[in-house]
Each structure stands twice: as C-alpha cells, then as structure tokens.
C-alpha cells in the first residue's frame, strides 16, 4: 500500500485514538507529546498534525479526551475511519509499524529468526533513530560547515555513518543518534568509531535529542577528541557456520 504523507498522519491519529495508552506503549513511547514529536519527524509531518487528527476521532471512541466533538468528521478523514476503525490491536498495529519502520517486513524476519528482543524498545530505537535522521535532513543545512553542500544519504550502506555532504573535492561524513530525553547515552559501532577515527575534522555525530518535549540538537566534529568521553564495551558472541563439501 502507497500511503502519502497526509495518510499515515491520518492513520497514526486514527490509531492513537482508538488504542490510546495501549497505543503508546506499544511503539514504546510513554507520553503523546513524544509520540507526536518522533512518529511526526518519522513520516515527515508536523507533529500537531498527528494531534488534531487524533482529537477528531476521539469522539469516536472511548477515551478521556473529548477531541472535537461538536465538529463532524471531515471526508477524507471519514474514509480512514470506514476502511481502517474496525482493524483489531495487532493489525493495526503493524500496519502503523510497516510505515515507520524502515525494511520493516525485513526487520521481522530476522528478529522472528534470531529470537531477538520484541520489547516496545525496540520499535522505539528504530522509530526514533528515523526520526532523527529526517530531523537531520530537514535541519543540516543551518549548521555554517554544511552550507552549499551536497547531501547523500548512506542510511543503508552500513558504511561508519548515515550521510555524506560534498563540495567539490570537500566532505564530511555524519553520524546521527537519537535522544527521547535532554540527556542519555550514545553508542558507536565498532565500525563508527574506526571511521571518525580516521576521518577526524571531517566526521561529525550529530545528537538529536528531547523528543519528549521538543526536539533540538547537538553536534560534534572529530567526535573522539571532542569533550566527549567514549568507554570501550566489548561483548563475547558465540557464532555458530555450517559447512559442507561440493
């Protein structure tokens, strides 16, 4: 299904109010403001978009809030409500998951393969580390080192960082993290850190971070000898191949 923006803001709003809390915890958020702000950023809408829509089919459902209720529900947002209000929690659910997870049918696969963690977190990571890039994108250019460059995006090359900007023969490589707080922790890959290690001046991690309340950001050239303090983790992984003789 091709949704456009405009949808899944209708679709999202539609869900948190028919699920609510339920809703919420489910994609691992523990407010609406930050339900708003990340899943916004997310599909590239304005987070009081997602809020008006959920108030006008709040009325519709049973809930706390009284949403618009001296106000008929507008055509285009009836249509959702016929074709989408009867979908039970599970359902509903993935379909939200299907548009803001990126490769989500993917991610499935592999989690239902490797047994991984199916905790409400994990939605969040994924949900808010997009968010965070789409922030990235929005707002890259006010930073004076990226004026008139060039943005790539290297989100699926698994290659130490998630864009490139070019200028001629200049660039610099950007990692972004997302924060749902003021403050938290960062990790770097393996692979992260051996590239801002290399590339140094022209590396720059970039910190998205309140999400809760109202995001903003941070950043750091040459992250390593930045202030700030990395400590090395290292975890034993027991690999298990299979082999055979042609």
């Not at 905790?119 to 965070?132: F, N």
């Not at 698994?158 to 990692?175: I, M, P, R, S, T």
């Not at 403050?183 to 999400?211: D, H, P, R, W």
Request: glycine residues 4%; aromatic residues 16%; contains cysteine.
């Amino acid at each position: 299904m091709k949704l456009a923006i405009r949808d899944k803001a209708i679709l999202i709003g539609l869900y948190l109010s028919k699920f609510d809390k339920e809703g919420l915890k489910s994609l691992g958020f523990s407010g609406f403001m930050e339900a708003f702000n990340t899943l916004g950023l997310a599909i590239g809408a304005k987070p009081l978009s997602l809020r008006n829509y959920r108030d006008e089919f709040d009325p519709y459902f049973p809930n706390q809030r009284t949403g618009w209720n001296k106000r008929k529900l507008r055509d285009y947002c009836k249509r959702f409500y016929d074709d989408f209000s009867s979908l039970n929690f599970y359902d509903f659910t993935e379909l939200i998951k299907s548009f803001l997870i990126q490769d989500y049918e993917i991610e499935k696969f592999i989690n239902n393969i490797e047994k991984k963690d199916k905790s409400q977190s994990v939605a969040k990571r994924l949900i808010t580390g997009k968010a965070a890039e789409e922030y990235f994108k929005i707002n890259y250019f006010t930073i004076p080192q990226f004026k008139d460059y060039e943005l790539k995006d290297a989100t699926n090359l698994a290659c130490g960082f998630d864009f490139k900007l070019l200028k001629a023969a200049n660039f610099y490589c950007v990692e972004v993290k997302g924060l749902n707080l003021k403050k938290g922790n960062i990790s770097m890959t393996e692979k992260e850190f051996f590239v801002a290690k290399e590339l140094k001046q022209n590396y720059c991690l970039f910190i998205v971070m309140n999400f809760a309340e109202k995001p903003n950001h941070e950043y750091f050239f040459d992250p390593l000898n930045s202030n700030l303090s990395f400590k090395k983790i290292e975890q034993t992984i027991i690999q298990t191949n299979y082999s055979t003789i042609i």
